[in-house]
């Protein structure tokens, strides 16, 4: 998981992924958040078992994205961005609450690329079950 240190290289990071086909999950968090520092090994474990997607992390925290933060409309953290092919596909909060965290896999699972695929091609197959 990278860190995007400025809105630049976040948009760096959103066209490398729309070039790639691949899906990219934007984890937006403070220095300052407990829970954000708590739910962490839990993403950097998804991030592990899930390589064929790009992750960025972006700190409200550096003066430098407070802008961006503000742009995105983003008032809570943790806080989590899905885009593919430059289109955001789903924006959620997530936390160590169980059902949470089902829900994030559940989102992360149904966008992958090969989820995507397995949809248009008219496979009957849940990818978020």
């Not at 992390?57 to 933060?69: A, I, T």
């Not at 995507?116 to 008219?122: A, D, I, R």
């Given at each position: 998981m ?15 992924a ?8 934007a ?7 407990y ?15 899930n390589p ?23 008032r ?54």
């Amino acid at each position: 998981m990278r860190e995007a240190r400025s809105a630049e290289e976040y948009k760096a990071a959103l066209a490398e992924a729309k070039e790639q086909g691949k899906l990219l999950v934007a984890k937006f968090f403070t220095s300052d958040c407990y829970v954000c520092k708590s739910i962490f090994p839990k993403i950097r474990a998804a991030a592990r078992d899930n390589p064929d997607v790009l992750w960025v992390k972006l700190n409200g925290s550096d003066p430098e994205m407070v802008d961006l933060f503000k742009a995105l409309d983003i008032r809570k953290v943790p806080y989590f961005h899905m885009v593919r092919d430059g289109e955001l596909v789903s924006e959620l909060t997530a936390s160590l609450n169980p059902e949470k965290l089902a829900v994030f896999r559940a989102e992360l699972a149904a966008h992958k690329p090969a989820a995507v695929k397995e949809l248009s091609s008219g496979s009957s197959r849940c990818p978020a079950a």
